[in-house]
């Protein structure tokens, strides 16, 4: 009876003596296991944001090249974690740094001096008037400057244009004070080739350094051509603010030796009337006892050409504005291949506001396009503040309300 009594015994002190080392080598393995970084899947997460520099100053950085890092990158202290994303654009790179040039390598590392000094050299005196000959309003209302660089492809028979970057944008955000900038561009007077640039986030120092090329443009056709860039804030709420614009007429500017760097200063956005723009129709009334305001867009004319067999496909989208905030919007059916449209179409608005003070009307005439985005043939606004037959249009039915009174309107540039 006793020999069962001590293997038992034994048998216990056996089984709490392993499962006490087995607890101590999990807590070991677990310690261990703490001190460790976590997996390099985080950091291309974040776009090339260094998380641990101690321990990864020589790995390979993901979404960066180790170049430009190693030029652009502060130096930060050890055992710090610094995440600076605010101020940082969407490719993860801080906007103020030098960028990355992809067109050719000359251009790499270029600063604001470096395309004055090259400018002395290669632009003409008549190229930059916009820049020396400035108003006295232009200079207290600074909207920056635009970076960009033109050159020729005799080989291809291209136009190529580079825009480098912009400096000292207006924040057009008032609540972070900072803007979320891009860049259109066309090549008038035919408006044929239009291309954007990305949008940059929280940045009003935005570095785009993107390449467009245009195909089938002769040499001697560049001297009656104009560029024409526009910068704007998008805004995912509403219309995307426009900072300004800059014109660059090609006439007397030589490209023949070579890729030419060029700053230009950028100015306010000039709402140009234009008689080929056609004309619109409207008619409106106002309700002041049920606070309604009825629209109805009649007719158009005079639309000019838009594609490629000499006739449009216009419409019109109406859009009602509260305090510069679009609370509604209609349109109207397409009408095919004409330049005088009938569009006899009535749309009803309830005003969310006594009277008409804060609350304007804009009219886009717009070509369809199944294969492309539909462009802006023209526009009109109606309100308070606008000048010229709208304005007198919209005086009128404030003070006759009930009554419906129909004007033709100028179409302006879209």
């Known amino acids: 009876d006793e020999i069962p009594t001590v293997v038992g015994i034994f048998s216990a002190f056996g089984l709490v003596f392993s499962v006490s080392l087995f607890a101590w080598i ?12 976590p997996p390099y899947k985080f950091v291309h997460v974040l776009k090339g944001v260094d998380i641990y520099p101690e321990n990864l100053n020589s790995k390979k950085k993901f979404g960066a090249d180790d170049k430009s890092e190693t030029k652009n990158k502060s130096v930060m202290p050890k055992n710090s974690l610094h995440l600076d994303l605010e101020k940082r654009d969407l490719n993860g790179n801080f906007p103020k740094t030098a960028p990355k040039t992809q067109s050719s390598p000359d251009l790499e590392n270029l600063s604001p001096k470096h395309f004055a000094e090259r400018n002395k050299d290669s632009v003409s005196p008549d190229s930059l008037k916009s820049t020396t000959s400035l108003s006295s309003e232009e200079k207290q209302d600074k909207l920056g400057t635009l970076f960009f660089s033109l ?7 291209a136009f190529v244009v580079n825009i480098k970057e912009a400096r000292g944008l207006p924040a057009m955000d008032e609540q972070s004070m900072t803007s979320d900038p891009y860049i259109k561009m066309t090549i008038l007077p035919e408006k044929k080739h239009k291309v954007k640039t990305r949008v940059l986030r929280k940045t009003l120092d935005p570095a785009f350094d993107e390449t467009f090329t245009f195909y089938g443009i002769p040499y001697s056709q560049l001297q009656d051509l104009t560029l024409h860039f526009t910068i704007l804030s998008f805004d995912r709420f509403s219309r995307d603010d426009v900072i300004g614009e800059v014109l660059i007429p090609l006439a007397g500017i030589e490209l023949s030796g070579g890729r030419m760097l060029m700053d230009r200063e950028i100015i306010k956005r000039n709402v140009r009337k234009s008689s080929g723009r056609g004309e619109l129709l409207i008619s ?14 009649l007719k158009a004319r005079h639309l ?26 209609k349109k109207t059916h397409v009408k095919k291949c004409t330049p005088n449209a009938v569009f006899n179409e009535l749309f009803v608005f309830d005003i969310p506001c ?3 003070d804060d609350i304007s009307i804009e009219f886009l005439v717009l070509d369809s396009d199944r294969g492309s ?12 503040s606008a000048e010229g037959t709208a304005g007198e249009h919209w005086k009128e039915i404030c003070e006759y309300p009930r009554r419906q009174i129909a004007k033709w309107h100028m179409l302006c540039d879209g």
Request: charged share 25%.
């Open 304 to 329: 000019p050409k838009s594609d490629v067999s000499g006739l449009s496909d216009p419409y019109v989208k109406v859009n009602l504005y509260h305090a510069k905030k679009r609370i509604s919007k």
């Open 26 to 37: 999990c807590c070991q393995r677990k310690s261990s296991k703490s001190n460790k970084t």
């Open 284 to 297: 409106l009334c106002y309700q002041s006892t049920t606070n309604t305001l009825t629209v109805v867009v």
């Open 373 to 384: 985005r539909n462009e802006v043939i023209g526009r009109l606004t109606l309100g308070s």
């Open 354 to 356: 006594e009277g008409l």
């Open 151 to 157: 050159e020729y492809n005799f080989e291809k028979k």
